[in-house]
């Protein structure tokens, strides 16, 4: 195969053809060869270990962090044909433009350093076809660029075997993996076992990284890969598995417009309305339906809208068609109307027939007239009665029933078994049972027997009632997002502007036509449409909706203004800045429904129960039956405990129907999802968004919280209060050559510098008037570096200069410690290596932060500040605010190092921080909290999102998430207890005792008022209050003010 010598490696492209078979040999080797170098490199790899270990460093407990692997040149990396010595046949070797690329994606098992990724990467690229070849021990993978002419994933996977490891192949393409979201409406699900079901299913679909379904909200959220899987066939396996699905919305939905074509449309016009929508810049897709006449564009809403489209399409069609916006089935909130009405009818027809079979059963034959005429003999010893009851019974059985008929066999064929299972069993035994006496009645001439068909017939009514009563309690546990989606206005009075920017008319149009930089005109008292910039008038804006600010907030020229909030006075003109999907109030809606569909960490207790709860009730069922029978029949009890009219056979089965159809697996599983759904609404409403059941029970366990200072503790506003200068300069000169070496810096203190500069040049409107700048390069935690006008600029801490050489003389460093005394920031600022001034910079402590410290070290939660900032004005702010433990002088990545140095210790940490700096630490937190006013960074790292910038929501929070896990709790206490006692007692416990017995249609009806009082029990959590202690600061503040 291949034929070495001094000067090149030569192989011949059709002897790899011709010899396939041969190559592959040559590459497997021997299994004994192969083992050999697998037990050699293994070794190799635990003779490495050490010295890997001593690369990385400190660990952390949860990743390597290693050295980055050597590059090795890789080897040939196409064949190409040697030329025959005066042969036919030869050929130039081929350009590698002209052969395909491709990607391969390999999991590694079994690297330890880096010894062991150079090794990999010296098998893969001998190999002839591999352009490249990057290992990660870090990831434990290995991405592979090849010439699929010359060699495939497969020995490339054996090559990785071969070198002594691990390798399976993760995917291969020439672009990384996409992965798409969809959410899908379920209907049908009765219990957690029923969302367990739908969860496997969609897991084990090829191309599914990840499905949560949520019983309480009947929603799931799929992540999956839309190259091997798309969300029609997701919504057809969760309809093989007995349940109804639709699309709510996909990934890509939200920059979407469905419109309806309405009116008169001539041949070809649709095709050209298409033409001239895809013209138009900003449309990215077009959709197209010829039957219904529906068009789905996805725009670029930067670029264009809906109310374009529909402009051009009215045009188009010279006035004969006009668009109008639809919503497709099942998008928006859960819609449980038709559900509410179908249990509401059925339970109403169920009574039709079952108060009938109640009556001839139970109160007539306590009527002696009556009794004689139910009790004439038809046929043997068939009485009417029974005949009746049998008629009037039949459609509750089957008809009014068949909906739990249809639920249990779907469960069964699955190799499932939930809440429908157990009723049908039930009633099911009830039933025909009874029908066995009528057919014997009306055969023997002698038989005598009793019926239980008001035992079915009322069953399914009170489960009928009970599920009716669920459905609208757990349609008021969405309240919050109904009325979030509420707060939007449904229009809104654009203005039309001319070509010199004045207002020519004005016209009312849909809310939803809204596009950016429109001008909206609001009157007072009507609703902000879209979040924007006021650019005319002054008002007073009710943001409580929103954020949960009681106060209203004055609104001016260059203020921002949220959508969905209350215009309180004034007429204001707003200049549309994120509309649609990107507003603020979206935002909030799809984070409130991400957190309804996570589920809590708790919830996998009622998950574990679920999956054996029901088979283990038919056991208990079936033995209890069997028990009571054969002692019946062995004279284990005397005969005068059997109830007249029954033997033992019928008083065992009474016993065997009540157990089955008391037990509840539905209460245990909608226990957490309920109290969850409650709590993450009632938080939404009083400016606290929780991300989901994970952080609500992390935060009810918090007992030390870290601050950040700038911007947390602080307003976050820090002004210039003071500036020394040690060399003669006017201070106009100073400040030019400071602000242009931190105009390029996002720090908020360079802002402040900047800022104050301005006053200096108060004709200019822009930082036009700065000099250039030029080699910017900022130093996290330290400052920034700048040549300005040939001047080097040092703007920064201390460190920084010491770190640069520049001496700090004893009357700077002595008014740093003034500064730093008076919780001042002192920046140095050095022009060519000389100290030449300091800047006290002031950021005051927030009003209610030395209250709020308080109220946590009573609820026995320790408070911590770590920050950035000098050792000096940290402990200035943490004495100002009553805090003890300090960390200052921390860099961003140092801040997580100390929040894990605190889980360590067995502390459970919350995380407050606004800043881009507290990403790391946010995410490392057991809670991460975020300012609202912070960065979007932060925002998306956090757990829990504080709308109003407010660190009495701190406290908010943590409290809401204690009451609602304790409502959790009681939940739990509550559909366990009344499992544990309810079978026991439905089983006969006490009827030897007391002669209590539970008749079956009794306990149905305990059975569904459990599942009620679980959903009542988590709905009471929307009377939630805040701690009273927060009320009476908010007085205080009120008083101050």
Not at 377 to 401: A, D, H, Y
Request: glycine share 8%; proline share 4%.
């Amino acid at each position: 195969m291949f034929v070495e010598n001094k000067n090149s490696i030569k192989f011949s492209l059709y002897r790899v053809t011709d010899h396939l078979p041969l190559t592959l040999r040559w590459i497997r080797n021997s299994e004994r060869e192969k083992k050999r170098r697998i037990m050699a490199n293994r070794i190799l790899a635990l003779s490495c270990l050490g010295k890997g270990k001593k690369e990385n460093g400190a660990q952390d407990g949860s990743h390597l962090v290693l050295s980055p692997p050597p590059h090795y040149p890789s080897m040939p990396r196409y064949p190409f044909e040697s030329p025959n010595q005066g042969g036919e046949g030869t050929s130039a070797p081929p350009s590698p433009a002209s052969l395909e690329i491709r990607k391969a994606l390999f999991r590694v098992g079994g690297m330890q350093c880096s010894a062991c990724a150079a090794s990999i990467e010296k098998a893969v690229k001998r190999l002839t076809g591999i352009q490249d070849a990057t290992i990660s021990v870090l990831n434990s993978k290995a991405q592979v660029i090849y010439h699929p002419e010359f060699v495939n994933e497969e020995l490339i996977r054996e090559a990785i075997e071969d070198a002594g490891f691990e390798a399976t192949l993760s995917e291969t393409d020439d672009e990384e993996s996409v992965i798409s979201v969809c959410r899908l409406r379920i209907k049908g699900m009765t219990c957690t076992s029923c969302s367990s079901t739908v969860e496997s299913a969609l897991e084990k679909v090829q191309g599914v990284k990840r499905a949560a379904v949520a019983l309480a909200t009947e929603e799931a959220e799929i992540r999956y890969d839309p190259k091997l899987v798309n969300y029609k066939q997701l919504i057809d396996v969760i309809d093989d598995t007995g349940f109804e699905a639709s699309l709510i919305s996909t990934g890509e939905d939200r920059n979407k417009v469905h419109l309806k074509l309405e009116g008169i449309l001539l041949d070809g016009e649709i095709k050209l309305i298409q033409s001239s929508l895809k013209a138009l810049p900003g449309v990215e897709d077009i959709e197209l339906d010829m039957q219904l006449e529906k068009l789905v564009v996805s725009y670029n809403p930067e670029m264009t809208g809906p109310r374009t489209f529909m402009e051009v399409i009215e045009e188009t069609c010279s006035g004969n068609c006009k668009a109008t916006l639809f919503q497709p089935k099942g998008s928006g909130g859960p819609d449980r109307s038709e559900e509410i009405n179908w249990y509401h009818k059925s339970f109403l027809w169920s009574l039709v027939f079952t108060v009938p079979v109640f009556l001839l059963a139970m109160v007539f034959m306590y009527i002696p007239a009556i009794k004689r005429g139910l009790e004439v003999k038809l046929v043997n010893m068939l009485m009417l009665g029974e005949l009746l009851r049998w008629i009037l019974s039949t459609p509750v059985q089957f008809i009014i029933g068949r909906r739990f008929y249809t639920g249990a066999y779907k469960a069964i064929r699955h190799g499932s078994a939930n809440m429908d299972v157990l009723i049908a069993l039930g009633t099911n035994a009830a039933y025909f049972y009874s029908v066995y006496i009528v057919l014997r009645a009306a055969t023997d001439a002698e038989f005598k027997g009793t019926d239980f068909f008001e035992t079915s017939a009322m069953l399914i009514s009170f489960i009928l009632l009970g599920k009716y009563l669920e459905v609208l309690a757990k349609g008021k546990t969405s309240e919050a997002i109904a009325k979030l989606m509420d707060l939007a206005p449904d229009t809104a009075t654009l203005l039309i502007h001319d070509s010199d920017g004045n207002v020519v008319s004005e016209r009312t149009i849909s809310s939803q036509l809204i596009q950016r930089n429109d001008i909206i005109k609001i009157l007072p008292g009507e609703k902000v449409p879209s979040d924007g910039l006021v650019v005319w008038g002054q008002s007073h804006v009710n943001e409580s909706m929103i954020t949960g600010e009681a106060r209203p907030v004055a609104k001016r020229m260059g203020d921002e203004v949220i959508g969905g909030t209350l215009n309180e006075n004034g007429v204001l003109h707003i200049r549309a800045t994120h509309v649609g999907s990107e507003t603020a109030l979206s935002q909030i809606v799809r984070l409130v429904e991400a957190a309804q569909m996570a589920k809590a960490p708790v919830q996998k207790f009622a998950d574990r129960i679920s999956k054996f709860f029901v088979p283990l009730v038919i056991t208990i069922s079936f033995t209890t039956w069997l028990a009571w029978f054969v002692a019946g029949k062995v004279g284990s009890y005397p005969k005068s405990w059997i109830p007249s009219k029954m033997d033992e056979f019928e008083l065992a089965l009474q016993f065997g129907i009540s157990v089955m159809v008391i037990a509840c697996p539905c209460a245990l599983g909608l226990a957490t999802p309920t109290a969850v759904m409650v709590g993450t609404g009632v938080g939404a409403s009083q400016g606290v968004l929780i991300k989901g059941g994970g952080a609500l029970e992390s935060a009810h366990k918090v007992n030390c919280i870290v601050f950040d200072k700038t911007g947390t503790l602080t307003v976050g506003k820090p002004v210039v209060v003071n500036t020394h200068l040690l060399r003669n300069m006017l201070l106009r000169d100073f400040y030019t050559v400071v602000a242009a070496a931190e105009a390029n810096s996002e720090h908020p203190l360079a802002k402040a510098v900047v800022e104050y500069a301005k006053n200096f040049r108060p004709a200019s409107s822009d930082l036009s008037w700065l000099p250039e700048v030029q080699d910017f390069v900022s130093i996290s935690g330290h400052g920034v570096r700048a040549l300005v006008e040939n001047k080097t600029i040092l703007v920064g801490n201390t460190k920084l200069m010491l770190d640069s050489e520049i001496t700090i003389s004893e009357d700077a460093s002595e008014k740093l410690r003034e500064a730093e005394e008076m919780a001042r920031t002192g920046i140095l600022i050095s022009f060519d290596g000389e100290l030449i001034g300091i800047i006290e910079i002031s950021d005051p402590v927030k009003p209610e932060a030395r209250d709020v410290v308080s109220i946590l070290q009573s609820m026995n939660i320790k408070s911590i500040v770590v920050t950035g900032d000098n050792w000096g004005t940290a402990k200035a702010i943490a004495k100002e605010v009553g805090i003890e433990t300090v960390m200052a002088e921390t860099l961003p990545e140092g801040k997580a190092d100390k929040v894990k140095e605190l889980q360590m210790s067995g502390m459970t940490v919350a995380m407050v921080g606004d800043g881009i700096n507290d990403s790391p630490a946010l995410v490392a937190a057991d809670v991460g909290m975020a300012i609202g006013a912070g960065t979007d960074i932060a925002i998306e790292a956090a757990d829990i999102v504080l709308m109003r910038s407010n660190l009495e929501d701190v406290i908010t929070a943590i409290d809401l998430s204690k009451v609602t896990f304790k409502r959790i709790r009681l939940n739990y206490l509550w559909a366990l207890g009344y499992n544990v006692m309810g079978i026991p007692i439905a089983a006969g416990l006490l009827f030897p005792f007391t002669g209590f017995r539970l008749p079956p249609w009794i306990a149905g009806a305990a059975m569904a008022a459990s599942s009620v009082s679980v959903v009542c029990c988590s709905l009471l959590l929307r009377y939630y209050k805040r701690p009273r202690k927060l009320d009476m600061l908010q007085m205080q503040a009120v008083r101050v003010q």
